[in-house]
């Protein structure tokens, strides 16, 4: 059994060593340092913050994973929020001489049939999509997007609203109402926030089960905060289960990547496949020095679906752990070189692991009925699952192949 020069996870919460480079989340500051925090009457710039580099080594080009959220919204997006959010005074806003208007409502969207065509599947996403926008505490304004659930609740990503200290979602038809934030989970880079709106469209879930590489996907967000509703972008699902370092330590585990183009703003907006049916929550992409590179990222919907429920529930995700040290390893068979499994190069005294009779040197090979062929695999499996649940781990111990279930310890 030959390993190769693969990743040892540091510490005991089952994460990598980097193997892309390290990028800062470029979602702040919204405005520049020299520019005074923005009052009512004070004019929004209209420039956003510069993306990072990083080089990778041996590379000629520059490739980061840049965060989609911290989009500087125009003017007018911003008073209407603020207003909805009761930041102006009445006297702030011009009045129409006419009528108060009525608020618009909303219509759930027909069914799309496979191989519908992208304009009605972006006809039965857009009344799911909402802009997000964003004040934090120094009075800087910015946001992304996010998506109905169900209930009052909406999706987004938990960059776009973790400095906030006021929020509101303006919808396709430009009604703005404020939101409050239900919880978040920075470990999934998942949010929750509420609405008072009474007639939402809940998009129709999908599930990552049912995907297949090279089907069309289809993107909706509020890239830029520009006017007008948001946007609509197609292309394929280009692969899943990838792995993004997106800070020095941080990692998010199990995407989907696309080529449908989406860019700053974006954060929480759908991805969705061709009938209309959420797949994921877009959340970063891959930016060269020549510009954006295709490379889409997206929380896939079950891991999304199943974060939210917890805060929903509970305001927090009691994320599962097994409590080892691991890395990938392969075996050479001829001239072939074949993915092997994880193996647990050492073990946290009291953990899960441990409890249940793990050894070092075990190779996992299956968890939960699922090949394990690498330790990011590894670790977007256990993302799917909480502390207390119980799974059955296969694994090779010298030359036997050994079956035994463990209770998951809690990710701290």
Same mark, same amino acid.
């Given at each position: 059994m030959d390993s190769l020069s693969t990743p040892q996870a540091p510490h005991d919460r089952d994460l990598p060593e980097p193997r892309w480079p390290s990028t800062e989340w470029?979602?702040?500051?919204?405005?520049?340092?020299?520019t005074p925090p923005r009052t009512a009457s004070t004019p929004n710039p209209s420039r956003g913050p510069a993306e990072p580099s990083t080089k990778l080594a041996g590379a000629k080009s520059y490739l980061v994973f840049a965060i989609l959220g911290g989009v500087l919204l125009g003017t007018g997006v911003t008073l209407g929020v603020l207003a909805a959010l009761g930041v102006l005074d009445e006297g702030d806003l011009i009045r129409s001489p006419r009528a108060t208007p009525t608020v618009p409502t909303t219509t759930a969207p027909a069914p799309v049939e496979p191989g519908a065509s992208i304009s009605d599947v972006a006809a039965a996403?857009?009344?799911?999509?909402v802009a997000v926008s964003v004040i934090d505490e120094n009075g800087l304004d910015g946001g992304g997007s996010g998506v109905v659930y169900r209930d009052g609740y909406l999706l987004t990503n938990h960059h776009v609203i973790a400095n906030a200290e006021q929020l509101g979602v303006i919808f396709s038809d430009g009604v703005a109402y404020p939101a409050e934030i239900v919880g978040s989970d920075e470990l999934t880079d998942i949010a929750v926030i509420s609405t008072t709106r009474p007639d939402l469209a809940?998009?129709?879930?999908?599930?990552? &089960? $049912?995907l297949v590489i090279?089907?069309?996907t289809v993107a909706v967000g509020n890239p830029l905060g520009l006017l007008g509703g948001p946007s609509v972008t197609s292309g394929i699902l280009s692969a899943t289960g990838r792995s993004l370092?997106?800070?020095?330590d941080r990692w998010l585990y199990g995407l989907l990547q696309t080529d449908a183009p989406i860019t700053r703003g974006s954060s929480g907006g759908a991805l969705l496949d061709e009938e209309a049916k959420l797949i994921g929550i877009t959340t970063a992409i891959g930016v060269s020095d020549v510009g954006a590179e295709g490379l889409g990222f997206a929380v896939p919907v079950d891991m999304a679906v199943g974060v939210a429920e917890d805060l929903? &529930? $509970?305001g927090e995700v009691s994320h599962a752990m097994l409590g080892i040290q691991g890395r990938t390893v392969t075996e050479s068979l001829g001239d072939a070189t074949v993915p092997l499994g994880v193996e647990v190069s050492s073990i946290t005294p009291g953990s899960a692991y441990s409890a249940a009779g793990g050894?070092?040197?075990d190779v996992i090979q299956r968890i939960a009925g699922e090949s394990v062929t690498s330790i990011e695999q590894l670790i977007a499996i256990l993302r799917m699952y909480r502390a207390g649940d119980e799974v059955v781990v296969e694994a090779i111990r010298g030359d036997e192949e050994i079956t035994f279930p463990v209770?998951?310890?809690e990710w701290q």
């Open positions: 470029p979602a702040g500051p919204i405005q520049p340092p020299s996403a857009i009344p799911s999509v809940p998009i129709t879930l999908g599930t990552e &089960a $049912d090279g089907e069309r370092l997106v800070e020095r929903i &529930a $509970d050894e070092m040197g209770e998951l310890g």
